[in-house]
Every structure is written in C-alpha cells, then in structure tokens.
C-alpha cells in the first residue's frame, strides 16, 4: 500500500480495526482500554519520504516504539488511508472534525497529541466510519 501513497508531505488518517479489546500501555500516556471496533488516526508526514515512508511505517510496524500509533497498532487492522497533499498543517483540524461525529469517543486522551492541545488524535466508532468526505483528498484500501 505505502508505494501507492506519494513521497511527498501530507497529512493522513488512517482507518483501523481492532476485533478484540486490548490493555495496552501507550508510552508515557499510561495503559489505556481499547473496545473493539473501528478507529480512526490522524497524522502528519513531513519528514522524508513523506506521506509513503511514515504510512509504510505505521503500516509494517516499527521496532522502535516512536509515536502513540506504535504501541497500538500491532494490535489492529489497517483498512484505509485517507489523506491530502501538502505542508499545511491539518492534523488537528481533521481531528477535531472526526472527534464531532455522532459516536465519536476518545479511548485514550493526549492519544497522538502530545505536541498540540487536541483531546486526542485517535477516536473510536463502534461502527465502520465512513470516508471524510471534506478533508483527505484521496482513498486507498488496504
């Protein structure tokens, strides 16, 4: 999937799925529940390689626990990516606009946001969210 996705900087959300709820200690933020169902986070790549080096990563799973998404993300599923070219800064926007979604709730608070003052970068669904239709500009399954 990442070699679908540009080298370039963008921002993205990823759409995840966890069958079974999860315990699980997310760095500094603590040990947090995690009920199964649908989850969505929202990122930022503006390091090199962009938006196909830091998906690629999140989708393969790095060694290093680095962000929030690495303690997590073994545990789940990633169905789509969603995500819009460029520099600007997005990130919380689109967060904001996923935490406004009836059935929105935020498992873990500070969750991807240890750098702004989002309630958190990743929400729950107990069903399957549906595309934002405003904000990423492109789609890709998984």
Known sequence: MAASLPAAPGT?????RLDHPAQVRVG???????PAGWYLYVGSARGPGGLAAR????RQGGRRRHWHLDYLRPAM???AVWWGLGEARRECAWARALGARPGALAPLPGFG???CDCLTHLWWFETEPARLAAAPHQWLAA
Request: overall charge positive; aromatic content about 10%.
């Open 55 to 58: 998906v690629g990563r999140h």
């Open 12 to 16: 993205y959300v990823l759409r995840l």
């Open 28 to 34: 500094a933020l603590g040990r947090g529940a995690f």
């Open 113 to 115: 946001a240890s750098d």
């Open 77 to 79: 599923a990633l169905t």
